[in-house]
């Protein structure tokens, strides 16, 4: 399921199809003796992209809510079980897509980075979670790809890849009782920067909060750290790199104070 680029799924195929994957997640299916860690790996990722292309055609319903967040946590299962952070990664990069990767370690880091503060709770960061599962649910393989050589390389970006942060948060509002106002929140600011140059709105570093600068730091981390090829002694390197190009703010100066407390 690694190389699956769409899924596309009738309407009235939609709750079958859910059922299969809430089976495949079941602790039951899961955790069963039999099941190796390759196929815990596979039936993730294979989840994930089925969640994402349901939500992409037919919208936000309580049950894919319900499934992105037994997704992560048997993500974060796998993560603690495995030996070490690098084991996990080797076993995930070779079963699953990059973009899912990233989004779990994101998510890693991010709540041990919110662990550093005093209003931490699992609620918040359920919250930042579900961001990082669907902040770029509208894109393609190949649209991640020419996001993530903008983010490293620079250059210019189409409409649609500059409006994705804005137009999924829009689609989301219409779910604010199935979506958290500060989910929808981080994920239309997640390409913001503090001096006003991010997308797609250009905002200034008044209009974030603490937790969209947290999320933001572990994302930036994280991809800094997977282009390194995961070489954790250019992590100070990687912290420095993030304080120039965020910390002209309070907001992300805590945030990247935490992270230091964190990977250090």
């Not at 041990?112 to 599962?133: C, H, N, Y």
């Not at 994705?164 to 600011?189: C, G, V």
Request: charged share 25%; with cysteine.
């Amino acid at each position: 399921m690694k190389d699956v680029h769409e899924v596309y799924i009738k309407e009235a195929d939609c709750a079958k199809v859910l059922e299969q994957v809430n089976d495949s997640m079941s602790a039951k299916s899961f955790y069963d003796p039999k099941t190796v860690q390759e196929k815990r790996v596979e039936a993730v990722n294979a989840a994930m992209e089925t969640v994402k292309g349901i939500i992409n055609q037919l919208g936000v319903e309580p049950e894919t809510v319900r499934l992105l967040k037994t997704i992560n946590g048997r993500a974060m299962t796998l993560l603690q079980e495995s030996p070490s952070i690098f084991a996990f990664i080797k076993s995930f990069k070779k079963n699953c897509s990059e973009e899912f990767l990233l989004s779990i370690l994101t998510n890693y880091i991010m709540s041990l980075t919110i662990d550093k503060f005093p209003w931490r709770s699992e609620q918040v960061k359920e919250k930042g979670a579900l961001a990082s599962m669907m902040c770029d649910m509208t894109l393609t393989k190949e649209d991640f790809k020419i996001l993530r050589d903008y983010e490293k390389n620079g250059g210019e970006l189409t409409d649609k890849l500059r409006r994705h942060p804005a137009d999924i948060a829009e689609n989301l509002k219409r779910n604010k009782l199935l979506i958290p106002i500060e989910t929808i929140t981080i994920i239309e600011q997640h390409h913001e920067l503090p001096d006003g140059t991010g997308f797609p709105h250009g905002i200034n570093s008044n209009r974030f909060n603490q937790l969209s600068a947290i999320f933001i730091v572990a994302q930036q981390f994280t991809s800094m750290l997977h282009d390194s090829g995961y070489d954790y002694e250019l992590r100070s390197e990687i912290i420095s790199k993030i304080r120039t190009k965020y910390g002209s703010s309070k907001m992300f100066d805590k945030a990247i104070d935490a992270l230091v407390g964190v990977v250090n």
